[in-house]
C-alpha cells in the first residue's frame, strides 16, 4: 500500500487531482510510480463525470526532477530502448490524450521528465521558485519522454535546444517569457490556482471543452485521424439515416435512407 500511495488520486467534485508523493526524492520518478500513473489515466479516462485534471506533487521543493537515476541506470542499454524509454513515452501520451483538460499545477523544480510530465498538461501553472531544466546531457544521457518532441511545439525548437544542449536552468518568469508556463501564481499557491482554473474549465459545457482540446491538438498533428473518424462518427449517429440504418438491419430488410 505504501508504494501504490507514492502516486496519490482525489476528487474535488468534477475535478480530478493527481500527486507525486515522494517528496523526499523530490517526486522522481520509479517504475511503481509509472504503473500507478498509468492505472489512474485509465480511471479517469474512463469517469464521465471528471471534467478536469490537475496534476501536482508533494512537498515545497519539487514537482519532480524526472526519473529517478537509481532506477534507470541499473538497466541494460537494450532494456532503455525496449522498455523504460518507450514506457514513458506511452504514459505521459495517455497524459496527453486524455478527453478532459489536464493542468500542471508545478509546485517546485521541473527538471528532465518531470518537465516531461508537464509538457504533457494542456495548461501549466508554476510557482514562481519554480526551475526548469532539461539536464540529461549532463549524466550523459538524452531527453527520453518527449522532451525532444512534445516541448518543442509548445516553446519551439530552438528554445528546446537552449535547454537541452546547455543543461541550464531557467527561472518560472523566463519560463512564462518563453511560454513555457500560462501563469506564474503567488508564492505556494500553484496548487490552489490550479484548481481554481480547473473549477472554472469544470462550469462549462464539458462536451465543448473536450471536442476544443480534441480540435487543438489536431491542428497541432496530435491525433488527427483519430478526432477526425471520431467526431465524423458522432455526428453520423445523430441523423435519421442512421436511425432507419439500424432499424432496417434488425428488421432485415433493404435500408431507405433519405440523407437526413
Known amino acids: 500500500m505504501a508504494e501504490i500511495e507514492l502516486v496519490q488520486y482525489e476528487r474535488r467534485g468534477a475535478v480530478a487531482i493527481v500527486t507525486l508523493n515522494r517528496p523526499e526524492k523530490l517526486n522522481s520518478l520509479t517504475p511503481v510510480m509509472l504503473a500507478r500513473l498509468d492505472e489512474l489515466i485509465v480511471l479517469i479516462d474512463a469517469s464521465p463525470d471528471v471534467r478536469a485534471v490537475v496534476v501536482t506533487a508533494a512537498g515545497p521543493k519539487a514537482f519532480c526532477v524526472g526519473a529517478d537515476i537509481n532506477e534507470w541506470s541499473a538497466l541494460e542499454p537494450l532494456d532503455m530502448w525496449r522498455q523504460w524509454v518507450p514506457r514513458g513515452h506511452r504514459i505521459f501520451g495517455r497524459v496527453a490524450g486524455l478527453r478532459v483538460p489536464v493542468i500542471a499545477a508545478i509546485n517546485g ?3 528532465g521528465g518531470g518537465l516531461e510530465l508537464a509538457a504533457a498538461a494542456d495548461l501549466r501553472v508554476t510557482d514562481p ?76 459545457a464539458p462536451v465543448s471543452v473536450q471536442l476544443t482540446k480534441q480540435l487543438v491538438n489536431a491542428a497541432n498533428g496530435d491525433g488527427t485521424a483519430a478526432t477526425l473518424e471520431a467526431m465524423a462518427g458522432a455526428l453520423a449517429a445523430t441523423t435519421a439515416d442512421a436511425r432507419e440504418g439500424m432499424l432496417s438491419f434488425r428488421e432485415k430488410r433493404a435500408a431507405n435512407f433519405e440523407g437526413k
Do not use: N, Y
Not at 526551475?131 to 518527449?146: H, N, V
Open 129 to 204: 521558485a519554480a526551475t526548469f531544466a532539461l539536464p540529461e546531457a549532463g549524466i550523459a544521457t538524452c531527453p527520453g519522454w518527449s522532451g525532444t518532441q512534445r516541448l518543442v511545439s509548445i516553446i519551439g525548437a530552438s528554445k528546446v535546444k537552449l535547454l537541452a544542449l546547455t543543461g541550464q536552468r531557467i527561472d518560472a518568469k523566463r519560463a512564462a517569457e518563453i511560454g513555457l508556463v500560462d501563469e506564474v501564481a503567488a508564492p505556494g499557491g500553484a496548487l490552489d490556482t490550479a484548481l481554481e482554473m480547473a473549477a472554472h474549465v469544470a462550469r462549462l
Open 109 to 111: 523544480h521541473a527538471f
